[in-house]
T-cell receptor, first 114, second 113 residues
Framework: NAGVTQTPKFQVLKTGQSMTLQCAQD?????MSWYRQDPGMGLRLIHY???????DQGEVPNGYNVSRSTTEDFPLRLLSAAPSQTSVYFC?????????????FGPGTRLTVL | AQKVTQAQTEISVVEKEDVTLDCVYE???????LFWYKQPPSGELVFLIR??????QNEISGRYSWNFQKSTSSFNFTITASQVVDSAVYFC??????????FGAGTQVVVTP
């Protein structure tokens, strides 16, 4: 079991560039989420998915797109990177077995937008 | 709307002292989940505990203990006999049945030898 994996670990972009942050889980979890972590603000939910083909917006969705074509993968797309998107991004998957609702997090992607 | 408040930004203690981290939450849901996560300097998020809203039993796990009080909407976390390895940022989080988490701002714990 690899758990939740994220690639890349580090990325530097120029303003206006686009990119995709990859997230995969091998635990057959239905729910997956993307969060961003900024200093002094904890983690904030960007988008989430309750199953393949179903996604919805979280607290801070602007500037990001997601899709969920398989149970395992939940990529996050930055359409046109801005310096305000400099952050650490965490992907999570949720274990709904027996209603535990415990989220497991990936190692994070540190993104810098110049 | 859900909200989690961790009023303590940073707590500094000397090794072997006890440290208590406060967490106060707001929610209109009758069923919800409370979590504590640890984020060491390496940056990963480590799950510590999950509590259901209908289970107010306190819990102890080694040097860690949690006090859940629905009457005051609090879910406090105590580290007994702190160690240098406990130095980290600790996050309290509130979850709905959809698995979405609302995080507090975090409390930095610094344990010095």
């Amino acid at each position: 079991n690899a758990g939740v994996t994220q690639t890349p670990k580090f990325q530097v972009l120029k303003t206006g560039q686009s990119m995709t942050l990859q997230c995969a889980q091998d635990m057959n979890h239905e729910y997956m989420s993307w969060y961003r972590q900024d200093p002094g603000m904890g983690l904030r939910l960007i988008h989430y998915s309750v199953g393949a083909g179903i996604t919805d917006q979280g607290e801070v969705p602007n500037g990001y797109n997601v899709s969920r074509s398989t149970t395992e993968d939940f990529p996050l797309r930055l359409l046109s990177a801005a310096p305000s998107q400099t952050s650490v991004y965490f992907c999570a998957s949720t274990d709904r077995n027996l209603g535990t609702d415990t989220q497991y997090f990936g190692p994070g992607t540190r993104l810098t937008v110049l | 709307a859900q909200k989690v408040t961790q009023a303590q930004t940073e707590i500094s203690v000397v090794e072997k002292e006890d440290v208590t981290l406060d967490c106060v939450y707001e929610t209109r849901d009758t069923t919800y989940y409370l979590f504590w996560y640890k984020q060491p300097p390496s940056g990963e998020l480590v799950f510590l505990i999950r509590r259901n809203s209908f289970d107010e039993q306190n819990e102890i796990s080694g040097r860690y203990s949690w006090n859940f009080q629905k009457s005051t909407s609090s879910f406090n976390f105590t580290i007994t006999a702190s160690q240098v390895v406990d130095s980290a940022v600790y996050f309290c989080a509130l979850g709905s049945s959809w698995g979405k988490l609302q995080f507090g701002a975090g409390t930095q714990v610094v344990v010095t030898p």
